[in-house]
């Protein structure tokens, strides 16, 4: 009886021990605990740093000749979803600042459940969404100077993408900058991006995962860009939020994944 009972046992902990998402025993693998993600930026195929801004010439799907002095944006509610749908939320929300390499590393945590190693759905918001996006809330955003008007809705930028346009003929300024879109006076219209990822990465133990952004891709996809039109201000202007929007749904993607 004795024996019996104790092969029940033992058949006990090997099923309870076993992740069924990824068939990985669970009692041999190390707990995800922690991921990092990078950032890196480039104008199609062209690495962009700030030693580039001010200098370097780009030039935009419309043909206009343009030069980069800033570009800031927020990244947030990141998410690693299992092949059962399960969702592991990670802590956190980042402002890039190309001005900033130390920006470039973001170290999150497993907020929520237990991870193990496995293939996932990476998913994350460009900018808050409406719950997050609450005017004045964030310290750390306010210091940085990143607050979105209350006239225009309130909350946060998404991003500050500035420069000079036609700078081979009559060099003039642009202002990229999105957030909350305003319909009229006191009427406000969300306008973040929700990205989701395929197909899945991999995470293990100690996992970084690259995430690039083409910045020409601003001015390109689907809605090509005339900074003839569209410069300066753009904050107030729904139209513009709305095409930005829109611009924004191809300007990222994975890059290299890496695991210790």
Same mark, same amino acid.
Not at 23 to 47: A, G, K, L, R
């Given at each position: 009886?004795?024996?019996?009972?104790?092969?029940?046992?033992?058949?006990?902990?090997? $099923?309870?021990?076993?992740?069924?998402?990824?068939?990985?025993?669970?009692?041999?693998?190390? $707990?995800?605990?922690?991921?990092?993600?990078?950032?890196?930026?480039?104008?199609?195929?062209?690495?962009?740093?700030?030693?580039?801004?001010?200098?370097?010439?780009?030039?935009?799907?419309?043909?206009?000749?343009?030069?980069?002095?800033? $570009?800031?944006?927020?990244?947030?509610?990141?998410?690693?979803?299992?092949?059962?749908?399960?969702?592991?939320?990670?802590?956190?929300?980042?402002?890039?600042?190309?001005?900033?390499?130390?920006?470039?590393?973001?170290?999150?945590?497993?907020?929520?459940?237990?991870?193990?190693?496995?293939?996932?759905?990476?998913?994350?918001?460009?900018?808050?969404?409406?719950?997050?996006?609450?005017?004045?809330?964030? %310290?750390?955003?306010?210091?940085?100077?990143?607050?979105? %008007?209350? &006239?225009?809705?309130?909350?946060?930028?998404?991003?500050?993408?500035?420069?000079?346009?036609?700078?081979?003929?009559?060099?003039? %300024?642009?202002?990229?900058?999105?957030?909350?879109?305003?319909?009229?006076?006191?009427?406000?219209?969300?306008?973040?991006?929700?990205?989701?990822?395929?197909?899945?990465?991999?995470?293990?133990?100690?996992?970084?995962?690259?995430?690039?952004?083409?910045?020409?891709?601003?001015?390109?996809? %689907?809605?090509?860009?005339?900074?003839?039109?569209?410069?300066?201000?753009? &904050?107030?202007?729904?139209?513009?939020?709305?095409? &930005?929007?829109?611009?924004?749904?191809?300007?990222?993607?994975?890059?290299?994944?890496?695991?210790?």
């Amino acid at each position: 009886m004795k024996k019996i009972f104790a092969l029940l046992f033992f058949c006990f902990v090997l $099923i309870s021990c076993k992740n069924d998402d990824d068939n990985i025993d669970c009692c041999s693998q190390p $707990i995800v605990t922690d991921v990092t993600f990078t950032f890196s930026h480039n104008w199609e195929d062209t690495e962009v740093t700030e030693n580039d801004f001010n200098t370097m010439q780009y030039i935009n799907a419309n043909g206009e000749v343009l030069t980069i002095a800033r $570009i800031r944006y927020l990244l947030s509610r990141f998410e690693l979803v299992n092949t059962n749908g399960e969702s592991f939320p990670l802590t956190g929300y980042k402002l890039i600042d190309l001005s900033n390499p130390e920006s470039f590393t973001f170290n999150t945590t497993i907020s929520d459940g237990t991870l193990y190693p496995g293939l996932y759905t990476l998913k994350f918001v460009y900018g808050f969404n409406e719950e997050d996006n609450i005017d004045g809330a964030y %310290p750390d955003l306010n210091s940085a100077s990143w607050n979105w %008007p209350a &006239m225009l809705g309130g909350g946060y930028h998404f991003l500050q993408f500035d420069g000079m346009y036609n700078v081979d003929t009559t060099s003039s %300024p642009f202002n990229y900058h999105n957030g909350t879109a305003r319909i009229s006076d006191g009427n406000y219209e969300q306008n973040f991006v929700s990205f989701e990822f395929f197909p899945e990465v991999e995470i293990n133990y100690n996992t970084t995962i690259e995430i690039k952004m083409d910045i020409s891709e601003f001015f390109k996809n %689907p809605i090509t860009w005339d900074l003839n039109q569209y410069n300066t201000p753009l &904050m107030p202007n729904y139209d513009a939020q709305k095409m &930005m929007q829109q611009n924004v749904g191809s300007v990222f993607s994975i890059g290299q994944i890496t695991q210790e």
